[in-house]
T-cell receptor, first 115, second 115 residues
Framework: DARVTQTPRDKVTEMGQEVTMRCQPI?????VFWYRQTMMQGLELLAY????????DSGMPKDRFSAEMPDATLATLKIQPSEPRDSAVYFC?????????????FGQGTRLTVV | AQSVTQLGSHVSVSEGALVLLRCNYS??????LFWYVQYPNQGLQLLLK??????LVKGINGFEAEFKKSETSFHLTKPSAHMSDAAEYFC?????????????FGTGTRLTIIP
């Protein structure tokens, strides 16, 4: 059963620490998205990659956030230094352009708490 | 630019009653419209989507939605609510039929089912 895998599921960290979230997209999907969910802002797109190249990262604070795809099976979202306002659930999703790739599939999310 | 408005952040219905969740969109191009459901501590799961063709779309779990271009609406309905329908529901719009295009989400509607 193909699925998007995110690690860790939960992360509690102190303000100022570096946080790295990982995502394994569905094999064969060429696009990976990072969304952030908060009570105040809802679901917002942070960045997305196509064929491992960043396509749009305008939703991401550049001074502390970075997103990469070291290879086709791994996407990372890093926050350095973390701040309490970064507390949120971060979702990774993947999608493709095949005939059957008509929806984006979401991981279960990483719940980040910065204290 | 695309946007989605979901009227009513919280909706409560009795078990067995009609479920109606409202969604209006704004798009400068022909929209592709989606409804996602999120259960507690889970990722988002696609309920249904409108691409082209038939304006009444049927999805999983007995849900359906009707695309009304003149009203720029895509309301979600279910004739008879079940306790298992309690969740948060998100309407979203995209510029593409494929899963590799970014989604713009509404703020979500939390559905509560009253026994």
């Amino acid at each position: 059963d193909a699925r998007v895998t995110q690690t860790p599921r939960d992360k509690v960290t102190e303000m100022g620490q570096e946080v790295t979230m990982r995502c394994q997209p569905i094999l064969g999907h060429n696009t990976v998205f990072w969304y952030r969910q908060t009570m105040m802002q809802g679901l917002e797109l942070l960045a997305y990659f196509r064929n491992r190249a960043p396509l749009d990262d305008s939703g991401m604070p550049k001074d502390r956030f970075s997103a990469e795809m070291p290879d086709a099976t791994l996407a990372t979202l890093k926050i350095q230094p973390s701040e309490p306002r970064d507390s949120a659930v971060y979702f990774c999703a993947s999608g493709g352009t095949g005939v059957r790739d008509t929806e984006a599939f979401f991981g279960q999310g990483t719940r980040l708490t910065v204290v | 630019a695309q946007s989605v408005t979901q009227l009513g952040s919280h909706v409560s219905v009795s078990e067995g009653a009609l479920v109606l969740l409202r969604c209006n969109y704004s798009s400068s191009v022909p929209p592709y419209l989606f409804w996602y459901v999120q259960y507690p501590n889970q990722g988002l799961q696609l309920l249904l989507k409108y691409t082209t063709g038939a304006t009444l779309v049927k999805g999983i779990n007995g849900f359906e939605a009707e695309f009304k271009k003149s009203e720029t609406s895509f309301h979600l309905t279910k004739p008879s609510a079940h306790m298992s329908d309690a969740a948060e529901y998100f309407c979203a719009v995209s510029e593409s039929n494929f899963g590799n295009e970014k989604l713009t989400f509404g703020t979500g509607t939390r559905l509560t089912i009253i026994p």
